[in-house]
Structures are given as structure tokens and as C-alpha cells.
T-cell receptor
Framework: GQQLNQSPQSMFIQEGEDVSMNCTSS?????WLWYKQDPGEGPVLLIA?????ELTSNGRLTAQFGITRKDSFLNISASIPSDVGIYFC?????????FGTGTSLTVIP | GAGVSQSPSNKVTEKGKDVELRCDPI?????LYWYRQSLGQGLEFLIY????????KSGLPSDRFSAERTGGSVSTLTIQRTQQEDSAVYLC???????????FGDGTRLSIL
């Protein structure tokens, strides 16, 4: 099925640094979601965005629904070791959900 | 329980055998989804249920794959005559309604020898 273009594929950052990742699509979506997956576990929902231009925060995480409805970004401020994992974006239109290919984040203490 | 529950958590079987994977969604969630995740890869959509009905089965990789949901709750994903390429983590998710955010289980790790 369709997959979203997520970048970067992987990131290696120093603890305390800010992180930014994004997701783009050629299609318009009604909802954007961001998930985090730890090894051996299922993805956990971090943030859900429902309106173009919406900016939503969840602790140190901030995500935005792009004005064009074709993109979204996720920022993590002041990274800590437990931020390590794979972050997936997902877009929803109608009854269909499409997932990004994931961004693998490594935080170096 | 409060979350999506999947069983078994791990399954090792010989090539050619049939396997059945189970998903118990969050109580009250009408929509249920199955995904496949290969090592280090993203999520491959397989099938979703709205109630007991699966409107679109085109995501199933082959006719060896089937899924059913009864009573609007538990779902089973069955793989017949397993092949080595079926080895993956099979994730189940549920949502209150089809257009609402999905909540995932921890998956079943399937290994075909």
C-alpha cells in the first residue's frame, strides 16, 4: 500500500539536543498521527492532529499539521536517553491509514 | 485489560504449517486493524474490520492469509501453509471508530523455520 515519505531515516544526537523529523505525501490527509515504537513493543500514539495548521504539544514533543495537508513534522526538545526508538508518522483519509517508513532515533548520553 | 492484547506473543513453526494469531481489541472499539512489520521496516497494512465486516481485503499478501472477527470483538488472522517469507511481527490495532487514532498491541513475532 501507499507509504509516506519520512525523513530522516535515522538520527544520532547528543542528549539535550533538539530533534526534528518530518513526513510528506503527494496526497492530502484529514488526520496526521505520530507514534513511537520501542523494541519488542507495538507503536504508541504520541500526538494526533486533526486540522491544517494545527500545532499540538505533548510534554517535550510538538507536532504540526502542514497547511497544505500533505505534510507534518515532529519536534522533540531537550532529548533524553529514553527518547530512543523508532518514530512513525501516519496519515488518515477516509477509512485508510498510511504509515511512514520510520525515523530511528539514537540519543547518546 | 485496558489495551489491545495479542496472543501468542511469539510463535515458531515449521514451513507448511498453519498458524492462527489472535487479537483482543480495546473494549468498545468498533474498528480493528492487522499490520505486518518485517525486521527494521515500516508497517504493511493487511486488513481492517468495521464491526465484523472487512470492507477491503486487498492488502492481504496472498490467498493463504485470511482474517475474521466475530461478535465485534476478538479477531483472528490465519496463515495457511506458512512460508519463510511470512516471518515478521504481526501487529493488531483498534480504534473507537474507523477514522479515529489507532491503538496498537505489542504484536506476535512469527518465525517460520
Amino acid at each position: 500500500g501507499q507509504q509516506l515519505n519520512q525523513s530522516p531515516q535515522s538520527m544520532f544526537i547528543q542528549e539535550g539536543e533538539d530533534v526534528s523529523m518530518n513526513c510528506t505525501s503527494s496526497s492530502i490527509f484529514n488526520t496526521w498521527l505520530w507514534y513511537k515504537q520501542d523494541p519488542g513493543e507495538g507503536p504508541v500514539l504520541l500526538i494526533a492532529l486533526y486540522k491544517a495548521g494545527e500545532l499540538t504539544s505533548n510534554g517535550r514533543l510538538t507536532a504540526q499539521f502542514g497547511i497544505t495537508r500533505k505534510d507534518s513534522f515532529l519536534n522533540i526538545s531537550a532529548s533524553i536517553p529514553s527518547d530512543v526508538g523508532i518514530y512513525f508518522c501516519a496519515g488518515q483519509v477516509g477509512n485508510q491509514f498510511y504509515f511512514g517508513t520510520g525515523t530511528s532515533l539514537t540519543v547518546i548520553p | 485489560g485496558a489495551g489491545v492484547s495479542q496472543s501468542p506473543s511469539n510463535k515458531v513453526t515449521e514451513k507448511g504449517k498453519d498458524v492462527e494469531l489472535r487479537c483482543d481489541p480495546i473494549s468498545g472499539h468498533t474498528a480493528l486493524y492487522w499490520y505486518r512489520q518485517s525486521l527494521g521496516q515500516g508497517l504493511e497494512f493487511l486488513i481492517y474490520f468495521q464491526g465484523n465486516s472487512a470492507p477491503d481485503k486487498s492488502g492481504l499478501p496472498s490467498d493463504r492469509f485470511s482474517a475474521e472477527r466475530t461478535g465485534g470483538s476478538v479477531s483472528t488472522l490465519t496463515i495457511q501453509r506458512t512460508q519463510q517469507e511470512d516471518s515478521a511481527v504481526y501487529l493488531c490495532a483498534s480504534s473507537l471508530e474507523v477514522y479515529q487514532p489507532q491503538h496498537f498491541g505489542d504484536g506476535t513475532r512469527l518465525s517460520i523455520l
